[in-house]
Protein backbone atom coordinates (compact mmCIF):
# COMPACT_ATOMS: atom_id res chain seq x y z
CA UNK A 1 0.00 0.00 0.00
CA UNK A 2 2.86 2.34 0.85
CA UNK A 3 4.17 2.37 -3.06
CA UNK A 4 1.26 3.23 -4.06
CA UNK A 5 0.43 6.00 -1.87
CA UNK A 6 2.57 8.48 -3.94
CA UNK A 7 1.09 7.32 -7.12
CA UNK A 8 -1.09 9.39 -9.38
CA UNK A 9 -4.77 8.01 -10.79
CA UNK A 10 -4.34 6.17 -13.46
CA UNK A 11 -7.03 8.12 -15.19
CA UNK A 12 -4.47 11.13 -15.02
CA UNK A 13 -2.24 9.71 -17.54
CA UNK A 14 -4.84 9.48 -20.13
CA UNK A 15 -7.05 12.81 -19.78
CA UNK A 16 -4.74 15.81 -21.58
CA UNK A 17 -3.67 13.61 -24.62
CA UNK A 18 -7.33 12.82 -25.58
CA UNK A 19 -8.39 16.58 -25.29
CA UNK A 20 -5.73 17.36 -27.05
CA UNK A 21 -6.60 15.72 -29.87
CA UNK A 22 -10.56 16.51 -29.13
CA UNK A 23 -9.14 20.48 -29.43
CA UNK A 24 -7.43 20.06 -32.18
CA UNK A 25 -10.28 18.42 -34.10
CA UNK A 26 -12.21 21.13 -33.51
CA UNK A 27 -9.79 23.70 -34.03
CA UNK A 28 -8.73 22.41 -37.91
CA UNK A 29 -13.14 21.68 -37.93
CA UNK A 30 -13.15 25.83 -37.25
CA UNK A 31 -10.34 26.71 -39.29
CA UNK A 32 -11.21 24.65 -42.23
CA UNK A 33 -7.30 25.04 -43.83
CA UNK A 34 -5.29 22.44 -45.77
CA UNK A 35 -2.48 24.19 -43.23
CA UNK A 36 -3.97 22.40 -40.52
CA UNK A 37 -5.50 19.12 -41.36
CA UNK A 38 -8.02 17.32 -38.82
CA UNK A 39 -7.18 14.05 -36.67
CA UNK A 40 -9.13 11.98 -39.40
CA UNK A 41 -7.55 13.50 -42.16
CA UNK A 42 -4.05 12.49 -40.99
CA UNK A 43 -5.20 9.26 -39.84
CA UNK A 44 -6.30 8.64 -43.77
CA UNK A 45 -3.21 9.40 -44.90
CA UNK A 46 -1.01 7.14 -42.35
CA UNK A 47 -3.30 4.17 -43.60
CA UNK A 48 -2.81 4.92 -47.21
CA UNK A 49 0.75 5.60 -46.47
CA UNK A 50 0.93 2.52 -45.02
CA UNK A 51 -1.01 0.36 -47.17
CA UNK A 52 0.96 1.45 -50.18
CA UNK A 53 4.00 0.39 -48.49
CA UNK A 54 5.82 4.00 -48.41
CA UNK A 55 5.44 4.25 -44.55
CA UNK A 56 7.04 0.64 -43.77
CA UNK A 57 10.09 1.44 -46.84
CA UNK A 58 10.81 4.49 -45.17
CA UNK A 59 10.48 4.26 -41.30
CA UNK A 60 12.99 0.94 -41.93
CA UNK A 61 15.71 2.87 -43.69
CA UNK A 62 15.52 5.45 -40.69
CA UNK A 63 15.08 2.99 -38.30
CA UNK A 64 18.65 1.16 -39.97
CA UNK A 65 20.46 4.07 -39.48
CA UNK A 66 19.40 4.87 -36.20
CA UNK A 67 20.58 1.35 -35.06
CA UNK A 68 23.85 1.59 -37.05
CA UNK A 69 24.68 5.10 -35.87
CA UNK A 70 23.40 4.19 -32.31
CA UNK A 71 25.89 0.77 -31.67
CA UNK A 72 28.73 2.55 -32.90
CA UNK A 73 28.49 5.62 -31.15
CA UNK A 74 27.49 3.42 -28.06
CA UNK A 75 30.16 1.12 -27.71
CA UNK A 76 32.89 3.97 -29.53
CA UNK A 77 31.69 6.05 -26.37
CA UNK A 78 31.52 4.00 -23.97
CA UNK A 79 35.44 3.03 -24.38
CA UNK A 80 36.47 6.48 -24.34
CA UNK A 81 34.59 7.62 -21.48
CA UNK A 82 35.57 4.06 -19.39
CA UNK A 83 39.70 5.21 -20.57
CA UNK A 84 38.69 8.64 -19.57
CA UNK A 85 37.33 7.96 -15.88
CA UNK A 86 40.08 5.83 -14.96
CA UNK A 87 42.64 7.47 -16.06
CA UNK A 88 43.86 10.94 -15.45
CA UNK A 89 46.49 11.07 -18.83
CA UNK A 90 43.42 9.76 -20.73
CA UNK A 91 41.25 12.49 -19.61
CA UNK A 92 43.72 14.98 -20.11
CA UNK A 93 44.29 13.72 -23.44
CA UNK A 94 40.28 13.40 -24.68
CA UNK A 95 38.86 16.39 -22.58
CA UNK A 96 39.75 19.39 -25.13
CA UNK A 97 38.02 17.43 -27.72
CA UNK A 98 34.92 15.95 -26.17
CA UNK A 99 34.21 20.19 -24.98
CA UNK A 100 34.74 21.03 -28.90
CA UNK A 101 32.46 17.93 -30.25
CA UNK A 102 30.50 18.97 -27.55
CA UNK A 103 29.86 22.48 -28.29
CA UNK A 104 29.97 21.97 -32.15
CA UNK A 105 26.26 21.94 -33.44
CA UNK A 106 24.79 19.11 -35.20
CA UNK A 107 24.05 20.81 -38.70
CA UNK A 108 27.71 21.87 -38.98
CA UNK A 109 29.07 18.64 -38.74
CA UNK A 110 26.07 17.10 -41.20
CA UNK A 111 27.19 19.55 -43.68
CA UNK A 112 31.11 18.25 -43.38
CA UNK A 113 30.66 14.75 -43.85
CA UNK A 114 28.75 15.75 -46.75
CA UNK A 115 31.35 18.38 -48.36
CA UNK A 116 34.23 15.77 -47.60
CA UNK A 117 32.53 12.22 -47.87
CA UNK A 118 29.57 13.02 -50.64
CA UNK A 119 26.03 12.76 -50.46
CA UNK A 120 26.33 8.71 -49.35
CA UNK A 121 25.83 6.37 -46.13
CA UNK A 122 28.85 6.72 -44.71
CA UNK A 123 28.71 9.94 -44.61
CA UNK A 124 25.29 10.07 -42.94
CA UNK A 125 26.42 7.52 -40.26
CA UNK A 126 29.31 9.26 -39.75
CA UNK A 127 27.70 12.44 -38.86
CA UNK A 128 25.24 10.79 -36.02
CA UNK A 129 28.12 9.04 -34.39
CA UNK A 130 30.19 11.99 -34.39
CA UNK A 131 27.45 13.70 -32.91
CA UNK A 132 26.33 11.38 -29.85
CA UNK A 133 30.07 9.49 -29.26
CA UNK A 134 30.97 12.64 -27.15
CA UNK A 135 27.58 12.55 -24.70
CA UNK A 136 28.18 9.22 -24.37
CA UNK A 137 31.65 9.56 -22.88
CA UNK A 138 30.74 12.30 -20.79
CA UNK A 139 28.24 10.23 -18.99
CA UNK A 140 30.18 7.05 -18.64
CA UNK A 141 33.24 8.55 -17.36
CA UNK A 142 30.96 10.08 -14.22
CA UNK A 143 30.08 6.24 -13.93
CA UNK A 144 33.83 5.39 -14.25
CA UNK A 145 34.63 7.89 -11.85
CA UNK A 146 32.86 6.45 -9.56
CA UNK A 147 33.66 2.39 -9.31
CA UNK A 148 34.00 1.54 -5.84
CA UNK A 149 37.57 0.61 -4.79
CA UNK A 150 36.74 -1.59 -1.89
CA UNK A 151 35.03 -4.00 -5.13
CA UNK A 152 38.20 -3.35 -7.02
CA UNK A 153 39.84 -4.92 -3.93
CA UNK A 154 37.67 -7.49 -3.84
CA UNK A 155 37.97 -8.66 -7.29
CA UNK A 156 41.60 -8.81 -7.09
CA UNK A 157 41.69 -10.34 -3.55
CA UNK A 158 39.32 -13.60 -5.41
CA UNK A 159 41.81 -13.47 -8.44
CA UNK A 160 39.14 -12.70 -11.14
CA UNK A 161 39.54 -12.43 -14.71
CA UNK A 162 38.94 -9.24 -16.76
CA UNK A 163 36.16 -10.51 -18.10
CA UNK A 164 34.39 -11.53 -14.58
CA UNK A 165 35.84 -8.12 -13.54
CA UNK A 166 34.12 -6.10 -16.19
CA UNK A 167 31.03 -8.64 -15.93
CA UNK A 168 30.70 -8.70 -12.11
CA UNK A 169 32.49 -5.70 -10.48
CA UNK A 170 32.40 -2.89 -13.52
CA UNK A 171 29.12 -3.29 -15.50
CA UNK A 172 26.73 -3.22 -12.55
CA UNK A 173 28.12 -0.36 -11.11
CA UNK A 174 27.89 1.20 -14.66
CA UNK A 175 24.34 0.09 -15.97
CA UNK A 176 22.81 3.76 -14.47
CA UNK A 177 25.22 5.70 -16.28
CA UNK A 178 24.75 3.17 -19.39
CA UNK A 179 20.77 3.31 -19.25
CA UNK A 180 21.04 7.08 -19.62
CA UNK A 181 23.72 7.28 -22.25
CA UNK A 182 21.22 4.71 -24.33
CA UNK A 183 17.77 7.02 -23.24
CA UNK A 184 19.44 10.48 -24.09
CA UNK A 185 21.37 8.55 -27.34
CA UNK A 186 18.48 7.46 -28.52
CA UNK A 187 16.90 11.00 -28.06
CA UNK A 188 19.27 13.08 -29.94
CA UNK A 189 20.05 10.39 -32.71
CA UNK A 190 16.47 10.27 -33.84
CA UNK A 191 16.24 13.80 -34.22
CA UNK A 192 19.87 14.07 -35.81
CA UNK A 193 19.00 11.06 -38.37
CA UNK A 194 15.81 12.87 -39.48
CA UNK A 195 18.16 15.99 -40.36
CA UNK A 196 21.01 13.97 -42.10
CA UNK A 197 18.15 12.30 -44.34
CA UNK A 198 16.26 15.68 -44.77
CA UNK A 199 19.61 17.46 -46.22
CA UNK A 200 21.21 14.30 -48.54
CA UNK A 201 19.17 11.04 -48.58
CA UNK A 202 16.80 10.01 -50.88
CA UNK A 203 15.08 7.25 -48.52
CA UNK A 204 13.67 7.61 -44.05
CA UNK A 205 11.19 9.84 -42.93
CA UNK A 206 13.10 12.84 -42.84
CA UNK A 207 13.20 12.56 -46.91
CA UNK A 208 9.42 12.23 -46.74
CA UNK A 209 9.26 15.10 -44.24
CA UNK A 210 11.63 17.01 -46.90
CA UNK A 211 9.08 16.18 -49.77
CA UNK A 212 5.66 16.97 -47.81
CA UNK A 213 7.50 20.65 -46.93
CA UNK A 214 7.79 21.17 -50.58
CA UNK A 215 4.25 21.22 -51.29
CA UNK A 216 2.91 22.26 -47.99
CA UNK A 217 1.14 18.58 -47.54
CA UNK A 218 0.81 19.18 -43.59
CA UNK A 219 -1.34 16.27 -43.61
CA UNK A 220 1.67 13.56 -44.77
CA UNK A 221 4.20 16.01 -42.63
CA UNK A 222 2.09 15.06 -39.25
CA UNK A 223 1.26 11.50 -40.47
CA UNK A 224 4.87 10.41 -40.42
CA UNK A 225 5.59 12.43 -37.29
CA UNK A 226 3.23 10.46 -35.64
CA UNK A 227 4.57 7.07 -37.25
CA UNK A 228 7.71 8.06 -35.72
CA UNK A 229 6.83 8.90 -33.06
CA UNK A 230 4.76 5.84 -32.24
CA UNK A 231 7.80 3.55 -32.91
CA UNK A 232 10.21 5.69 -30.69
CA UNK A 233 7.47 5.31 -27.62
CA UNK A 234 7.13 1.55 -28.26
CA UNK A 235 10.79 0.63 -28.05
CA UNK A 236 10.87 3.33 -24.74
CA UNK A 237 8.04 1.32 -23.66
CA UNK A 238 8.86 -2.10 -24.78
CA UNK A 239 12.46 -2.38 -24.74
CA UNK A 240 14.09 0.28 -22.54
CA UNK A 241 11.87 0.19 -19.92
CA UNK A 242 11.28 -3.23 -18.97
CA UNK A 243 15.19 -3.86 -19.30
CA UNK A 244 16.45 -1.08 -16.98
CA UNK A 245 13.51 -2.48 -14.37
CA UNK A 246 15.05 -5.93 -14.36
CA UNK A 247 18.62 -4.78 -14.23
CA UNK A 248 17.66 -2.88 -11.09
CA UNK A 249 15.23 -5.38 -9.12
CA UNK A 250 18.65 -5.42 -6.75
CA UNK A 251 18.69 -1.59 -5.33
CA UNK A 252 15.11 -2.64 -4.08
CA UNK A 253 14.93 -5.84 -2.33
CA UNK A 254 11.40 -5.75 -0.49
CA UNK A 255 10.07 -5.35 -3.90
CA UNK A 256 11.91 -8.31 -5.16
CA UNK A 257 10.58 -10.64 -2.30
CA UNK A 258 7.25 -9.43 -2.58
Do not use: C
Not at 51 to 80: E, K, P, Y
Not at 138 to 160: K, P
Amino acid sequence: MSSQAGRPPVWSYWLVLPLFIVFWGLFAWHLESPLLPGPLQVLETLIEEARGGQLWFHLSATLARVAVAFTLAMLLGTFIGIAMGRSRTANALFDPMLVLLLNLPALVTIILMYVWFGLVEVAAVMAVVINKIPNVAVTVREGARSLDYRLEQMATVYGFTRWQRLREVWVPQLFPYLMAATRGGLSLIWKIVLVVELLGRSSGVGFQLHLAFQVFDVAAILAYSLAFIAVVQLIELGLLQPVERRANRWRQPEQAHA
